[in-house]
């Protein structure tokens, strides 16, 4: 069967980049409608499908849709969505961006727990490879091959002394999602804050909702894991594998991912 929610969860907040504040509501939806996010704050309430056909900036985070009525950095929401197994679900939200919250999309997966699911009708799509799949896109390498359910192999390396090179392999189940990676939070760095900035990138970022390093030291206190770093990136892959339209089952490697590296895929 396939999944929604059984009754609305609702979260606000300031967003990451756009640092503008934020309700995001999860409603239950009808069978095959899938993943859709909905601007209640514009003229008509136009919905934008969580789809890689909708994909209007990967830089830093993922963006559907466009101008006044896109949806900026969803990939965390989109995560705690799939992390959950939920099919059909709608996203309303009165602001341009999800609240950051902790950085993580463990909130979000709480809010969902607490609202519960419900069944409704017809089977969950489901994208399987044919054959193995590699893509290179900048820095990014990822080799995909077909498997019964989505595991990720992901290896991150960053010239720091904290991060360095990060391998962490993961069958992407609802338990291991909660428990493994829903709890990463995002992470920059003291050097790019500047640089960000002057792209309109990070305004709504704080010691509260990323793990902050500097040249030699994290400023955001304790790691949740001493690999956070690494799950935080895997976590953002299956965000961003919803934009599938269906749940992906393939065993995929990921070396150095980036949001634009995954909606290519
Ligand atoms: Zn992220």
């Not at 003229?43 to 900026?72: F, N, W, Y």
């Not at 770093?229 to 299956?238: E, G, L, Q, S």
Request: hydrophobic share 40%; aromatic share 4%; net charge negative.
């Amino acid at each position: 069967m396939r999944r929604t929610l059984a009754r609305p969860a609702a979260l606000e907040g300031i967003g990451l980049h756009l640092g503008v504040p934020c309700r995001l509501t999860f409603q239950p939806a009808l069978a095959k409608q899938g993943i859709v996010f909905r601007r209640t704050d514009r003229p008509g309430l136009p919905r934008i499908r969580a789809h890689v056909s909708e994909v209007s900036g990967s830089e830093r985070r993922t963006q559907l849709g466009k101008g006044d009525c896109a949806v900026h950095t969803v990939e965390h929401v989109l995560a705690a969505v799939t992390g959950m197994g939920i099919d059909d679900v709608t996203i309303d939200m009165d602001g341009p961006e999800p609240p950051i919250l902790d950085g993580s999309a463990a909130p979000f997966l709480a809010a969902l727990s607490d609202a519960g699911l419900a069944s409704v009708d017809g089977e969950p799509d489901f994208l399987d490879l044919s054959e193995p799949v590699r893509i290179i896109d900048g820095a990014s390498v990822y080799e995909a091959y077909p498997a019964a359910r989505l595991e990720l192999d992901v290896t991150i390396e960053f010239p720091h002394p904290l991060i360095g090179k990060q391998s962490r392999r993961f069958t992407v189940t609802e338990e291991s999602f909660a428990s493994e990676l829903s709890r990463a939070r995002t992470f920059g760095f003291v050097h790019e804050v500047d640089a960000l900035r002057a792209k309109g990138l990070i305004k709504g970022a704080s010691l509260d909702n990323a793990v902050v390093l500097d040249d030699s030291d994290i400023l955001s206190g304790d790691l949740r894991w001493a690999d956070e770093f690494v799950r935080h990136k895997a976590m953002d892959c299956v965000g961003d594998l919803a934009l599938a339209g269906a749940r992906v089952r393939a065993r995929i490697v990921a070396m150095k991912p980036s949001h634009r590296g995954t909606v290519t895929l």
